[in-house]
């Protein structure tokens, strides 16, 4: 049904009969992004010659304000990898995440590594320069992939909805139906599409919904509604309705669940299996949280009772965070930080973690997989977020060594509060690899895997007095002042020295912004490991943590984990490493934001966060509560 | 004259200074578009030359900065390889080599015959 020659002459081989027709793919709307403009250039006359038609631009940013100008405007995108504004693959999660259109990478480098990375990023395609017209010709067939999954995936969830409504004897044959009608349906499509004619055209376009932005307050509503279902259960006719979001419709729901368990599954790690990330990190990470867990004196099973967030929406919050931008509501989460913990309580099955470095270390692994840079921007719930600090500072340093492949887990199990240390510096050590991959927020990692440690020596000790709410983004920043003085400052860091007043701060903030932070600590954590660490540094400071603690118990949560304040501190810090390490990784799109929209107006993760250059979702936490100010720098 | 051309044509591809690539590039041009190769030769050389003063400066310093080089060198790769400047993307390939194992001394000597590909008379507009 195409004519791909037909810009080059007579094409007298096209098969069928649609070939008069159809002018499908013609009309196709490539945006085709690269800053040499050599290569643009003969790019933009190639696509012209398909029939397609084009717009080309050479930064990366000016084509991501393109296409969110024009929600609707572009089919599919073509971006080169290497740019010096941004990253290719960042934008590709970017446009994957806000615009779900299919993306094509494309670069003279052939290595594996690379187009290993374009295939995890979400990247439709891979070509390699020369690109050649042929392959060009073909990109369509993306498009039409793309929206027939988005088809088919909306119909199978429907059918599978209704299948396990029913019961085991019905559902058998119900599933069965289903399927067949989906099938048969989906049978038409093909045919549909098949057809020659104008009746591509049609169908194509029957194909085309009006695309729907995930805003960053939309994404939060379904990342809350589908860690309240569980990543694994959550269907999108059950997300839809508990988003009731008018004029959303299950196809968009399904797309982009799909979409955000990619993510997830990305951040989550090979080990990790998508809906299983809180699970399996979990599990992995049990041996290994143990000691941790001991150590932190993280009680999250007090936070566990405390929490009335189910642990469902906790993980989901995680992997929301990771996941995607996130923007999950504040109110849509209503995760409250203690409902929070005990949902993660329940839902860490390691029972080590279970009491305070259990529940901790479930966290953590449960950040781990979720993807960093989504984490801070998922967890609308600033009390996932704590639990998840604290959990992430107990797994710390477990959980980002088993997640980031990074240094591995330094951090011998045994020792309490030199684990936190090794814990992070074992985050530290992975975000800092995963960071150096992203341009972005490096920074603190790199460095900070050094200081992250000593500073969580410190903080371990005054974690069980913290209860700092999610707060440990703040930490994280602090932890980060260590790491930025020694690596770089990161940028608003100017924490020079983990000044744990930042703790007494977050606190507040969390308290503020309960349901985010919990929400992004979870997601925090499992990326920024490191900055739970650095927030265990943060706690350092005995008596301003302890403060912190109180102060966190009041405004956070009220909760009744004083350590597990300070595990949030821990959070924090890592989540403020996973925000950063979001924006390394490109894929933090606006769930990085997010995060560091949270904190970016108190304290240097803020700061660093904005420098990850992650555009600032709404957030829908205030920390009015924290002032950073009295972070030494 | 075009006779010349023509020649002048055939030496660089049979000297390998061209590929397939650039025919690939003739095949874009028709009618609507007659200048098209032209046109992007102009703008590979413009955009090349800048590159390459970006590198000669990155070189004249003391102290090799390899990984700036070898973005230079990436980016100058692939606009070769999109318009089919075969050796010059092979030069490139071998600089970045060298920029890999930190060998200072081994671009240099590529250094001369490297300039002399990129000429501006190397594509002309072929009628």
Same mark, same amino acid.
């Given at each position: 049904m195409l004519n791909p020659g037909q810009g080059r002459g007579p094409d007298p081989g096209v098969a069928g009969g649609s070939s008069n027709s159809d002018p499908f793919p013609a009309g196709l709307r490539v945006l085709v992004v690269d800053d040499d403009p050599t290569c643009l250039m003969i790019l933009e006359r190639m696509l012209r010659t398909c029939l397609y038609r084009v717009t080309k631009c050479n930064r990366a940013e000016i084509a991501l304000s393109l296409l969110r100008k024009n929600k609707n405007g572009f089919d599919i995108v073509i971006s080169d990898v290497h740019m010096p504004d941004m990253d290719g693959f960042k934008l590709l999660e970017h446009v994957g995440l806000e615009m779900d259109l299919p993306v094509i990478m494309m670069s003279a480098d052939d290595s594996k590594a690379v187009v290993l990375k374009g295939v995890t990023h979400g990247a439709v395609d891979y070509l390699i320069k020369p690109v050649r017209i042929e392959a060009l010709k073909n990109i369509? $067939?993306?498009?039409? /992939?793309?929206? @027939?999954?988005?088809?088919?995936? *909306?119909?199978? !969830?429907? !059918?599978?909805?209704?299948?396990?409504q029913r019961e085991d004897g019905d559902n058998n044959s119900s599933s069965a139906n289903n399927e067949g009608s989906w099938r048969g349906s989906r049978k038409r499509k093909e045919e549909e599409v098949d057809e020659q004619g104008g009746d591509d055209k049609e169908d194509t376009s029957s194909l085309k919904k009006p695309r729907v932005v995930w805003s960053v307050e939309l994404h939060q509503q379904f990342v809350a509604a589908v860690n309240q279902l569980g990543v694994d259960k959550a269907v999108p006719k059950k997300?839809?309705? +508990?988003?009731?979001?008018?004029?959303?419709? /299950?196809?968009?729901?399904?797309?982009?669940? =799909?979409?955000?368990?990619?993510?997830? @599954? @990305?951040?989550?790690?090979?080990? =990790?299996?998508?809906?299983? +990330?809180?699970?399996?990190? +979990?599990t992995g990470q049990d041996p290994s949280f143990g000691p941790l867990s001991t150590l932190n004196g993280f009680d999250l099973q007090a936070l566990a009772a405390a929490g009335q967030l189910p642990a469902q929406s906790l993980a989901h919050l995680q992997a929301a965070g990771l996941a995607r931008p996130p923007s999950l509501s504040k109110p849509g +989460?209503?995760?409250? $930080?203690? *409902?929070?913990?005990?949902f993660e309580n329940p839902k860490i099955r390691h029972g080590q973690m279970m009491n305070s470095g259990g529940g901790g270390n479930k966290q953590m692994n449960l950040l781990h997989g979720v993807p960093m840079g989504m984490e801070p921007r998922q967890f609308t719930g600033g009390g996932q977020m704590r639990v998840q600090q604290q959990q992430q500072q107990l797994s710390g340093g477990r959980a980002v060594g088993q997640n980031v492949q990074s240094s591995g887990m330094m951090m011998p199990v045994g020792g309490g509060p030199s684990m936190l240390q090794q814990q992070q510096q074992v985050m530290l050590s992975s975000s800092v690899p995963r960071r150096s991959e992203t341009s972005s927020s490096s920074r603190v990692l790199p460095a900070a895997a050094t200081t992250q440690s000593v500073v969580f020596n410190n903080f371990s000790s005054e974690l069980p007095r913290n209860s700092f709410p999610l707060a440990s983004a703040p930490g994280i920043s602090v932890s980060y002042q260590e790491e930025v003085n020694s690596s770089d400052a990161k940028g608003g860091a100017g924490f020079g020295n983990p000044s744990y007043d930042i703790f007494n701060d977050y606190p507040q903030q969390h308290n503020n912004n309960n349901d985010w932070d919990l929400q992004n600590i979870g997601m925090v954590f499992n990326s920024h490991q490191d900055t739970t660490t650095a927030s265990a540094a943060f706690s350092s400071s005995s008596s301003t943590q302890r $403060? @912190?603690?109180?102060?966190? =118990?009041?405004h956070h949560q009220q909760q009744q984990l004083p350590s597990q304040s300070l595990n949030h501190m821990n959070g924090g810090g890592s989540v403020r490493v996973k925000s950063e390490r979001v924006a390394e990784t490109v894929t933090c799109p606006p769930a990085t934001t997010l995060f560091q929209e949270q904190y970016n107006q108190e304290d240097l993760m803020s700061a660093l966060l904005k420098q990850e250059g992650l555009p600032l979702v709404d957030n829908e936490f205030d920390f009015d509560g924290y002032s950073f100010d009295n972070i030494p720098v | 004259m075009q006779r010349q051309v023509a020649l002048i044509k055939q030496s660089l591809f049979d000297q390998g200074y061209l590929d397939e690539q650039f025919i690939e590039l003739e095949e874009l041009q028709d009618d609507a578009n007659p200048n098209f190769v032209e046109e992007v030769a102009t703008l590979y050389f413009k955009d090349s030359a800048r590159l390459i003063s970006n590198i000669e400066q990155a070189l004249e310093r003391g102290s090799f900065d390899f990984n700036r080089l070898d973005n230079y060198m990436h980016q100058f790769k692939g606009s070769s390889t999109s318009i089919g400047a075969s050796k010059v993307k092979t030069e490139c390939t071998m600089f970045r080599e060298y920029c890999r194992v930190g060998n200072a001394e081994g671009w240099q000597d590529r250094r001369g015959p490297r300039r002399l590909h990129v000429g501006p008379s190397n594509t002309g507009t072929d009628q």
């Open positions: 369509w $067939q993306h498009v039409v /992939r793309k929206k @027939r999954n988005e088809w088919n995936v *909306s119909e199978h !969830s429907g !059918s599978v909805e209704e299948t396990g997300i839809l309705e +508990m988003m009731n979001v008018p004029g959303l419709t /299950r196809e968009n729901v399904a797309s982009h669940l =799909q979409k955000y368990r990619i993510y997830l @599954r @990305r951040l989550g790690g090979v080990s =990790q299996h998508q809906g299983n +990330m809180n699970h399996s990190f +979990m +989460m209503s995760v409250d $930080q203690r *409902s929070i913990f005990s $403060q @912190r603690a109180e102060h966190v =118990q009041n | -």
